[in-house]
């Protein structure tokens, strides 16, 4: 073991107690644990005998409470801990889950828990009572470590605030990062790649300043998942996992000169001088990331009533970048499935109205007559303004979710073997919805005129077809959670089992972010509150997943991304797809919404943006982009146009039952091959990033004595996502176990395979 940067580090910090050790189940992963002077706990994680955590400090810092009476103490959980218990233990077993990217997984890990103690008040008498208690566990798998806080039920520590959490990653060196601007209301920014040390001269270009809602917070503060590099071919990857009644973790890069921004900021102030300065237990080493969590309206990070816990604190690490887009760490950590009824929950493939009003060709809002509208009726009772009448307002012939096109996506949709069909834009308030302050936006139960609701899901039921309820919320989590019984309850009433929620723009109450406990608590309860109706949940521009969805498998995606919508507000790099599973795609699926075909957006609107990816490229996002919830996202005018690149839609699958990641290197390019569950076909997908790619496939995972017929759907020689995104070839073929195909990805562009099994011969 390489001892030298672990002598240096402990010399400056004396130890109290001998370090603490715990190994993975093969022995690669080792974390040791110690109580360094003025019992500080911490903790260093290696791998293969090679440093990737440094000794980094745990704690975290409370504050006072000036209306508790008992139960609170001012003294921060960070420090004066001795050791009062320990133990180890092995864990090992298999689940299996609804759905995914495998039909089984293994859940194995050695663990260290450590009871940590503080000294109590004086009694009367002499001597002391019994202090607070804190938990430290440690989870320990062959791909990497788990860690959370745990607080039993104790007298002296009943309820608390937390004002920060201070929980250290101490990198070995200047890794390469792929990362996000730390953001507390949105991650629809595009991945920057540097050193760890250009973070800060590359942040406020990072930003994406003209989002709907930005609340940055520092010049050096990134979001999780957080994917790095180091010099010496480790990949190293920080997440949290089980986020639940608890605020979302941002990392902080302390180095020495680190400021906080305000929590909202000026897009065009460069002004650093005047920020505040870091708390005083932000511990300027180089190359050390501290967590901060998303503060509430009143700027508090957490308020906690015991016993409770907090997310776990992940760090993945391997030597082969393909361990980290197939490791189930993340997943393991949460708790086993909370339903006990899961055989509604389905994979569902969908197209829908919605990427021409992204596009700004169609529109969501029924008429333009009036500058602001206020909803009345039932839903609305105590409404003081003038109510509009949609029966005899003047429509703007521009709203997309009418009867005639509605049926058009259903007939699409069912010649086409899809599932559902989304409408956005089908119920009444659209006219100023995007007004960031109003708080009764919608009451989601009433349709405009040309949406009938009944006609419509009963002519989608005689297709086969289902309808995608939407839910935009504004941002207004109050006012969703007063309608959301009997917007489930139409949902129930006309065959919807499945929604899509929105978050545009900034929380309300005012005040709040998207990822504040108070808000990831909302979008929980949304879940469990559909679970009851059997509805199964997709939100958008929610708080980012931390594998809430092996509890609660009606979850079953996110957005909380820079997703397809942006190919029409600017675009995004041909890389961006290739770094996603690295990053976002740790903690759960997206719902990325791919299958752009007609990437030049002028062609059929006044839209000058285009999508950076070819056709060969946007097929092989079904693969690499994992979600069980895929959508065919372009108009089918379009892919009526390109019906045999088509055909690959129509046959993918999107639930598996064994996954290989064949090759991958971060923003690079990603190889994924899965099997359907339920079948013996195979799917390869292929992403690249602008450079393109020569993939060579090995085909040693098939079934060995058995013929597959072949589809191969590539770009052709001269197609490049600039210049010729629709340039692609189709050839057919059979193959069998040990076969290799050579396949060239162009610039921005991919390939996808599918391997339909003969009948065994």
């Known amino acids: 073991m390489k001892r030298k940067n672990l002598l240096?580090?402990?010399?400056?910090?004396?130890?109290?107690?001998?370090?603490?050790?715990?190994?993975?189940?093969?022995?690669?992963?080792?974390?040791?644990?110690?109580?360094?002077?003025?019992?500080?706990?911490?903790?260093?994680?290696?791998?293969?005998?090679?440093?990737?955590?440094?000794?980094?400090?745990?704690?975290?810092?409370?504050?006072?409470?000036?209306?508790?009476?008992?139960?609170?103490?001012?003294?921060?959980?960070?420090?004066?801990?001795?050791?009062?218990?320990?133990?180890?233990?092995?864990?090992?077993?298999?689940?299996?889950?609804?759905?995914?990217?495998?039909?089984?997984?293994?859940?194995?890990?050695?663990?260290?828990?450590?009871?940590?103690?503080?000294?109590?008040?004086?009694?009367?008498?002499?001597?002391?009572?019994?202090?607070?208690?804190?938990?430290?566990?440690?989870?320990?798998?062959?791909?990497?470590?788990?860690?959370?806080?745990?607080?039993?039920?104790?007298?002296?520590?009943?309820?608390?605030?937390?004002?920060?959490?201070?929980?250290?990653?101490?990198?070995?060196?200047?890794?390469?990062?792929?990362?996000?601007?730390?953001?507390?209301?949105?991650?629809?920014?595009?991945?920057?790649?540097?050193?760890?040390?250009?973070?800060?001269?590359?942040?406020?270009?990072?930003?994406?300043?003209?989002?709907?809602?930005?609340?940055?917070?520092?010049?050096?503060?990134?979001?999780?998942?957080?994917?790095?590099?180091?010099?010496?071919?480790?990949?190293?990857?920080?997440?949290?996992?089980?986020?639940?009644?608890?605020?979302?973790?941002?990392?902080?890069?302390?180095?020495?000169?680190?400021?906080?921004?305000?929590?909202?900021?000026?897009?065009?102030?460069?002004?650093?001088?005047?920020?505040?300065?870091?708390?005083?237990?932000?511990?300027?080493?180089?190359?050390?990331?501290?967590?901060?969590?998303?503060?509430?309206?009143?700027?508090?990070?957490?308020?906690?009533?015991?016993?409770?816990?907090?997310?776990?604190?992940?760090?993945?690490?391997?030597?082969?970048?393909?361990?980290?887009?197939?490791?189930?760490?993340?997943?393991?950590?949460?708790?086993?499935?909370?339903?006990?009824?899961?055989?509604?929950?389905?994979?569902?493939?969908?197209?829908?109205?919605?990427?021409?009003?992204?596009?700004?060709?169609?529109?969501?809002?029924?008429?333009?007559?009036?500058?602001?509208?206020?909803?009345?009726?039932?839903?609305?009772?105590?409404?003081?303004?003038?109510?509009?009448?949609?029966?005899?307002?003047?429509?703007?012939?521009?709203?997309?979710?009418?009867?005639?096109?509605?049926?058009?996506?259903?007939?699409?949709?069912?010649?086409?073997?899809?599932?559902?069909?989304l409408v956005e834009g089908w119920n009444v308030g659209w006219e100023d919805w995007a007004n960031m302050w109003k708080r009764d936006v919608f009451d989601f139960t009433t349709p405009y005129p040309d949406f009938d609701l009944k006609g419509l899901n009963d002519y989608a039921h005689s297709k086969g077809v289902k309808l995608l309820m939407h839910h935009e919320t504004s941002s207004s989590s109050q006012n969703y959670e007063r309608h959301l019984e009997e917007a489930f309850q139409l949902m129930n009433r006309y065959g919807y089992d499945a929604v899509k929620t929105g978050y545009v723009g900034d929380i309300i109450p005012r005040g709040d972010h998207h990822y504040s406990q108070s808000m990831n608590n909302h979008y929980l309860y949304v879940v469990k509150e559909a679970a009851k109706h059997h509805i199964m949940v997709n939100a958008h521009e929610a708080t980012r997943p931390t594998g809430l969805c092996r509890t609660y498998p009606n979850l079953v995606g996110n957005e909380s991304a820079r997703g397809t919508e942006y190919e029409a507000f600017g675009g995004s790099r041909p890389d961006h797809t290739c770094i996603l599973p690295f990053t976002r795609l740790q903690g759960g699926p997206m719902d990325y919404t791919p299958g752009i075909f007609v990437t030049k957006l002028n062609e059929w609107s006044n839209n000058t943006s285009w999508a950076r990816i070819t056709i060969a490229g946007s097929l092989a996002l079904y693969l690499t982009m994992y979600s069980p919830l895929q959508m065919a996202a372009d108009l089918p005018e379009h892919y009526e146009r390109f019906d045999d690149a088509f055909q690959f839609i129509r046959d993918v699958a999107c639930d598996w039952s064994e996954s290989k990641y064949l090759e991958a290197e971060p923003a690079d390019y990603i190889t994924v091959a899965r099997k359907a569950k339920g079948t013996d076909n195979w799917f390869i997908g292929g992403k690249c990033d602008e450079n393109g790619h020569q993939s060579v496939i090995k085909l040693d995972f098939l079934d060995k004595g058995r013929k597959y017929d072949c589809t191969i759907y590539a770009d052709a020689k001269d197609a490049h996502y600039e210049t010729n995104p629709q340039a692609y070839t189709i050839t057919k073929r059979v193959v069998k176990a040990g076969d290799v195909l050579k396949l060239k990805e162009a610039p921005g562009g991919g390939f996808a395979v599918s391997l339909m099994a003969r009948s065994a011969e």
């Open 8 to 421: 240096l580090a402990l010399l400056m910090l004396p130890l109290l107690t001998m370090a603490q050790s715990v190994k993975s189940p093969n022995g690669n992963m080792v974390l040791n644990f110690q109580l360094a002077e003025g019992g500080v706990p911490m903790y260093e994680i290696h791998y293969k005998e090679r440093p990737v955590v440094l000794p980094s400090r745990l704690g975290l810092e409370l504050a006072k409470d000036k209306h508790a009476s008992r139960g609170m103490k001012e003294t921060d959980l960070m420090d004066g801990f001795r050791i009062a218990d320990s133990k180890t233990s092995t864990f090992y077993e298999s689940w299996e889950p609804v759905w995914g990217e495998s039909s089984l997984i293994v859940n194995h890990y050695n663990e260290l828990e450590v009871k940590l103690m503080q000294e109590g008040d004086p009694l009367p008498q002499g001597g002391r009572k019994e202090g607070r208690t804190m938990v430290l566990r440690f989870r320990v798998y062959d791909d990497g470590v788990g860690f959370r806080y745990e607080f039993p039920q104790q007298e002296d520590l009943i309820y608390f605030l937390i004002k920060e959490e201070h929980t250290e990653f101490a990198m070995t060196g200047d890794h390469t990062a792929w990362w996000l601007p730390g953001d507390y209301d949105t991650q629809e920014q595009e991945t920057q790649e540097c050193k760890l040390s250009e973070i800060r001269d590359r942040m406020h270009k990072a930003v994406n300043w003209g989002n709907s809602s930005v609340a940055v917070f520092s010049e050096t503060g990134v979001q999780t998942s957080l994917q790095m590099k180091s010099a010496d071919g480790l990949y190293i990857n920080i997440h949290e996992a089980a986020c639940a009644d608890y605020a979302t973790m941002h990392l902080e890069l302390v180095d020495g000169k680190t400021t906080h921004l305000s929590t909202k900021l000026d897009g065009n102030s460069n002004d650093y001088t005047s920020w505040p300065k870091p708390s005083p237990y932000a511990l300027p080493k180089p190359f050390t990331f501290v967590s901060h969590l998303t503060p509430d309206a009143t700027g508090l990070k957490g308020a906690m009533q015991t016993p409770c816990e907090t997310p776990w604190r992940t760090v993945m690490v391997s030597d082969d970048a393909r361990d980290m887009l197939s490791s189930n760490l993340i997943l393991n950590l949460n708790e086993p499935c909370a339903l006990e009824d899961v055989s509604w929950i389905h994979p569902t493939k969908y197209c829908g109205v919605w990427w021409e009003m992204i596009v700004g060709k169609s529109a969501w809002n029924y008429t333009d007559e009036f500058p602001s509208i206020k909803l009345g009726g039932e839903a609305f009772p105590n409404a003081q303004s003038s109510i509009i009448n949609y029966q005899t307002a003047k429509p703007n012939g521009r709203h997309a979710a009418n009867n005639e096109k509605v049926k058009r996506y259903i007939d699409f949709a069912a010649k086409n073997g899809l599932d559902e069909v």
